[in-house]
Nanobody
């Protein structure tokens, strides 16, 4: 099962930017889909963005036009570029990988958007 480690979270003011990174323990080239999820206190864990092996991307409506998911196969890393951040983006962000029908999760990284 692939191991995932997220980084890049922190405190940012509304309108600011952050880039999250998800480093995988093995090549991501063959992973079927990688995604970013988020979970705010008292709420469910929801999909933010996904990136399929062929390059197709999907985004939650709430982040379209502001967030971008990308990958660097050479570094076995997936990124989430977050621009124009809003207080409602505050959550723990988790990286997910689905490979050979197995789902793996990282430990999460906190993103707080506040003035």
């Amino acid at each position: 099962q692939v191991q995932l480690v997220e980084s890049g979270g922190g405190l940012v003011q509304p309108g600011g930017c952050l880039r999250l990174s998800c480093a995988a323990s093995e090549s991501i080239f063959s992973i079927s889909v990688m995604g970013w999820y988020r979970q705010a206190p008292g709420k469910s864990r929801d999909l933010v963005a996904s990136l399929f092996r062929g390059g197709t991307t999907n985004y939650a409506d709430s982040v379209k036009g502001r967030f971008t998911i990308s990958r660097d196969n050479a570094k076995n890393t997936v990124y989430l570029q977050m621009n124009s951040l809003k207080p409602e983006d505050t959550a723990v962000y988790y990286c997910n990988a689905v490979s050979n029908s197995r789902s793996s999760w990282g430990q999460g990284t906190q993103v707080t958007v506040s003035s």
